[in-house]
């Protein structure tokens, strides 16, 4: 028998042994809780300290693993504990590093438990993996083309306070940079809604269908651009690639100063959505290579609250550009296009002075030439990350992906259900947003007053999606919390269908206001789909696809109201009801979905020895790779 098969029997007796209560392994000042309660003696706990502490650093981790492979054999041992020692070490504290992460949003707001004390910054934050092994640890090695392969080092070891400190300096450098990049790209596809409150469409000669013909043109060809983007961005690097687009889209959307009419409305909107369509999926991928599971959700709600700031800045912006018209003889919203092209253009131009390819390269003979870290901040920021999740050291960050990978990843039917969320959660609020201006000004508004009230929505929908991201993290249950949203929108969708005509136009304001101000899931889908992919190949490809349904729901939406429906929309909106009614039961199925596939392969892993389960995880690289291994566990 080998020695972590002793060790697992010898862990297996100790723990059947233990009374209800709590089961503490230490190793280097960092606990391990298994099965946690309050109810054991607070002299016992002191016992055992101390019996720890007396013990060797070879002792210690003997336990440690011994502990990692008792739990296989647990039948009702949890979720998170078997994706442990199926290498899902993300999994494992994804609790704890989700109550950390938020801490530090709210502490950031001076908002807390003042009385809870401060993590000693002297710990070790070095989170238990599956590198603890040696006998698991050789089958998660990175493959040789790895970029930061040469700062792995399974047994390297940093304290919370070195993290800590590194994770502010990410922030500060990748997350900002994300954020301000994010804010580009909505203030270029967002500006025609600031353009239609100054006579737009009639200046150009078109009507409204025009308009949602432009719009479908639009979400077409962002749709389309997705994974070409994405397959260049994997073969040239996201650090190249994202700000050539960036410059490029910023270009074309300064361009439309020199609009003529349909004609060239609807070719700038298709040039606009082939070299934006990429963006998100090479931005989201690309985070995730600097931060952990955990992390993650925060920084995409972040992330995608930059939307919504735009929204709140692209009205004020307008304002003042609006009232250019007749300078030079040129309407407002020509001024208006120009003068956000440029801000674009800067932006671009900075993003392609900033972004780096990984953590381990981050010299520019120019710019950086000693780089941002340091040997020591290097191999933390990668092992960090790689014992959080493994499978991202599966590919080279500049390695194209090929049309086989892209086959598999496409056909893998457990990430279907997330991609049929991307399809269906805008749809209900998508209309009435993408008219709101438009309506305002039919409720009688002018074109200053139509600007100004399009930025309360926005300010709810950051808070609102900050509050339910929060939730989910908490929760650790995704369907249950996007599905709020649904709930959220379909009585203001109600309303809107059966307001009487000629109601009061502030009645109408305030119930788009509330349904305008929905939770956004998005961060918390683009969330589930990393965490359910298990492998760069189908991140990379899932994070594309679920975009795509994303910009397909869009195709979808933008002809639901319609020029013989309008101003009240009473078909559109009773079309709407309907949609959102649906989407509370598709929700319900896919969390059923997820549960049924984890119950089973739960029972068969149940029915699997001890050194069965070991043998598996030695031969996972083959059939099982990804989340079609037995032993990992879907989200829900």
């Not at 007796?13 to 309050?38: C, F, K, L, Y």
């Not at 807390?112 to 006998?135: F, L, R």
């Not at 206001?513 to 918390?524: E, G, I, Q």
Request: aromatic residues 10%.
């Amino acid at each position: 028998m080998t020695q972590t098969s002793s060790n697992a029997a010898e862990a297996t007796s100790r723990t059947d042994t233990v009374a209800p209560g709590t089961h503490t392994v230490r190793r280097a000042s960092t606990e391990i809780d298994i099965d946690a309660s309050a109810s054991e003696a607070s002299s016992g706990e002191d016992a055992e300290k101390k019996a720890i502490e007396a013990r060797t650093e070879e002792e210690i981790q003997r336990e440690h693993l011994s502990v990692i492979a008792a739990l296989a054999r647990e039948p009702d041992a949890k979720r998170e504990d078997l994706a442990r020692v199926a290498g899902n070490a993300h999994d494992v504290t994804a609790a704890k590093e989700d109550e950390t992460t938020i801490s530090q949003l709210l502490s950031a707001f001076g908002i807390g438990n003042k009385n809870k004390p401060k993590p000693n910054p002297e710990d070790i934050a070095t989170q238990p993996s599956v590198y603890d092994d040696p006998n698991l640890s050789k089958f998660f090695t990175p493959t040789k083309g790895y970029e930061n392969l040469h700062r792995f080092d399974p047994s390297f070891t940093w304290t919370k306070g070195e993290e800590s400190r590194l994770i502010k300096r990410l922030d500060w450098r990748i997350t900002a940079w994300a954020c301000l990049a994010f804010f580009a790209l909505d203030l270029g596809r967002g500006n025609l809604s600031q353009a239609n409150t100054d006579n737009f469409i009639p200046d150009l000669g078109m009507r409204r269908n025009d308009y949602n013909l432009g719009n479908t043109i639009y979400q077409v060809s962002f749709l389309l651009a997705e994974i070409p983007s994405q397959m260049i961005s994997k073969r040239l690097g996201a650090d190249r690639w994202i700000p050539f687009i960036m410059i490029a889209w910023s270009i074309v959307s300064g361009a439309q100063f020199f609009l003529s009419g349909r004609t060239s409305f609807l070719v700038t909107r298709c040039l606009l959505g082939l070299l934006q369509g990429g963006f998100i999926p090479e931005a989201v991928l690309y985070l995730t290579y600097f931060f952990k599971t955990a992390e993650l959700p925060l920084r995409l709600a972040i992330f995608w609250a930059m939307r919504r700031v735009a929204d709140i800045v692209a009205p004020l912006l307008a304002l003042g550009l609006l009232q250019m018209r007749g300078v030079l003889g040129y309407e407002g919203w020509r001024w208006l296009f120009l003068m956000e092209g440029i801000i674009m253009l800067i932006i671009g131009i900075y993003s392609a002075c900033t972004m780096v390819a990984s953590a381990t390269q981050t010299k520019n003979k120019f710019l950086r030439p000693n780089g941002w870290f340091n040997e020591q901040e290097e191999k933390v920021l990668v092992m960090r990350v790689l014992r959080d999740d493994p499978s991202k050291g599966d590919l080279h960050n500049r390695q194209p992906v090929t049309p086989k990978m892209l086959l598999k990843a496409l056909s893998d039917w457990h990430m279907w259900p997330l991609y049929v969320c991307g399809l269906i959660w805008e749809m209900p609020a998508g209309p009435p947003d993408q008219y709101f201006t438009l309506i305002l000004t039919d409720l009688g508004f002018d074109t200053n007053e139509s600007n100004l009230l399009s930025i309360p929505p926005q300010v709810g929908a950051i808070l609102s999606m900050f509050f339910f991201t929060y939730i989910s993290i908490v929760l650790s249950r995704k369907a249950f919390v996007a599905v709020w949203t649904q709930i959220w929108m379909l009585p203001c969708l109600v309303a809107l269908a059966t307001l009487p005509t000629g109601a009061n136009p502030w009645s109408k304001f305030a119930i788009l206001t509330v349904l305008l101000s929905f939770p956004s899931p998005h961060p918390v889908h683009v969330g589930w789909c990393s965490q359910n992919s298990n492998s760069v190949r189908t991140r990379a490809i899932s994070a594309c696809v679920y975009n795509m349904m994303t910009q397909l729901g869009r195709v979808i939406y933008s002809n639901i109201y319609r020029e013989d429906d309008e101003p009240e929309y009473r078909r559109g909106n009773r079309t709407l009801v309907a949609i959102c009614s649906m989407n509370i039961c598709i929700y319900a199925l896919i969390s059923l979905f997820y549960t049924l596939v984890n119950r089973h392969r739960s029972r068969k892993w149940d029915a699997m020895t001890k050194e069965e389960q070991l043998e598996y995880m030695s031969r996972a690289d083959g059939k099982a790779l990804g989340n079609k291994r037995l032993d990992f566990r879907f989200a829900w």
